[in-house]
């Protein structure tokens, strides 16, 4: 139930070879009137967006890294152009 006050997760959905990759844009807020806030971190490129209700926050030394073993993580990859 969207209730005032309420979190929710915004996503990117970007269908891969291996799947599909969440990625997330940012964050959104139910408001007193039902309507929603929606604060973007990144723009999709297929201008699609997901938003659902956030999960509770976890341990990030528990959920460090990427998909694999010993990958960093998108916080911890470099943003830039290409080299």
Known sequence: ?????????????????????????????????G?????????????KLHVREAAEKRDTAATAGGRYAGEPGLDSMPVGGHS
């Not at 006050?5 to 009137?33: H, P, Q, T, Y």
């Not at 309507?35 to 201008?47: I, Y």
């Open 35 to 47: 309507s929603l806030n929606v604060l973007l971190d990144v723009l999709p490129l297929d201008g």
């Open 1 to 33: 139930m969207l209730m005032a006050g309420k979190r929710l997760a915004v996503f990117s959905i970007r269908e891969g070879k291996g799947g599909s990759i969440w990625v997330r844009a940012g964050s959104a807020f139910v408001n007193k009137d």
